[in-house]
């Protein structure tokens, strides 16, 4: 905001975001690895659920009460759809403060999570595309081969095979030092989202609403869901903090490719300048909130 030269070096911040992604999927595999099927089928239905669901929800709400054209609504639905792995490690820092206990197996619900959202809203508005050569071959190959999913499930399989001991021996990289790294990540993003305020002024009141009321709305349920589902009172409150998070790193890239015409200061403005900031200011908070009424 103050125009200051301060930036990261070209490449840093797809480092940094490269070992956050790995080092989730390895953490979350190992505790995977000593997982109950019977203890996680249910978490992943409901997550599942939740990720189809969301979509169609913020497509009917930004079409119908928002107004926007298809392909708008199509793009932000599936940002709010899919998810923030950097929201969801804020969310396990602040119970990890409060020394809050949780599932270990979370990080697989974050990677459940990312992608289905994204395809249910390109199918919304699928009948539009029709005649674009290679379209769907590009979004899917982007989706399923892009960083971010080839990181979590990877980092996933990776726990899952290596398993305790395997962990042992890499703790002392991708355990130790990952809440520093995080900040390192979380500073990058601040600055991104800095240069974006200024689109605020454009975005319009409905935008700004829908922002915060849909995330917190989509939250509730997600921790009502994992009450249902057998999650501890921690456990609830990250699955909430996962459906009510908004995704800018896989969304964009596939909406890139998938929806050209969508414009950027509609959902880069929503996710980076409206949401990410509420949810690490006052969201995560209120998650925990809503989770102790919730849970009694």
Not at 7 to 16: A, E, H, R
Not at 63 to 75: E, F, I, P, Q, V
Not at 96 to 108: C, K, R, V, W
Request: proline residues 5%.
């Amino acid at each position: 905001m103050i125009k200051s030269d301060l930036k990261f070096p070209d490449g840093m911040y797809t480092g940094l975001t490269i070992y956050l992604l790995l080092a989730i999927g390895m953490k979350g595999g190992v505790k995977l690895s000593q997982t109950p099927l019977e203890t996680f089928y249910k978490p992943a239905f409901a997550a599942m659920y939740l990720c189809i669901s969301i979509p169609v929800i913020a497509y009917f709400l930004l079409t119908k009460l928002g107004k926007y054209d298809m392909k708008n609504a199509a793009a932000l639905a599936a940002h709010y759809g899919s998810v923030s792995a950097v929201t969801f490690s804020e969310a396990l820092a602040f119970l990890d403060t409060l020394q809050i206990t949780y599932e270990g197996f979370m990080p697989s619900l974050l990677a459940i999570m990312e992608v289905p959202a994204i395809l249910v809203a390109l199918m919304l508005v699928k009948s539009k595309m029709k005649g674009e050569d290679g379209s769907w071959k590009k979004v899917l190959h982007e989706l399923f081969a892009g960083k971010g999913t080839v990181l979590l499930i990877g980092g996933l399989l990776i726990g899952i095979i290596s398993g305790k001991k395997g962990h042992e021996q890499f703790a002392p990289l991708f355990d130790v030092p990952f809440r520093g790294v995080l900040i390192l990540f979380l500073l990058e993003v601040g600055l991104v989202t800095g240069r974006r305020l200024g689109d605020l002024r454009t975005a319009g009141f409905f935008l700004i609403a829908f922002g915060i009321l849909f995330p917190i709305f989509n939250a509730f349920v997600g921790i009502l869901l994992g009450k249902l589902a057998g999650l501890s009172m921690g456990g609830a409150m990250v699955l909430g903090t996962l459906s009510g998070s908004a995704s800018y790193i896989a969304a964009p890239s596939a909406i890139r490719i998938a929806i050209p015409e969508a414009s950027p200061a509609y959902y880069l403005t929503a996710s980076l300048a409206i949401t990410f900031p509420f949810h690490l200011s006052l969201g995560i908070p209120l998650y925990l909130g809503f989770a102790k009424y919730i849970f009694g």
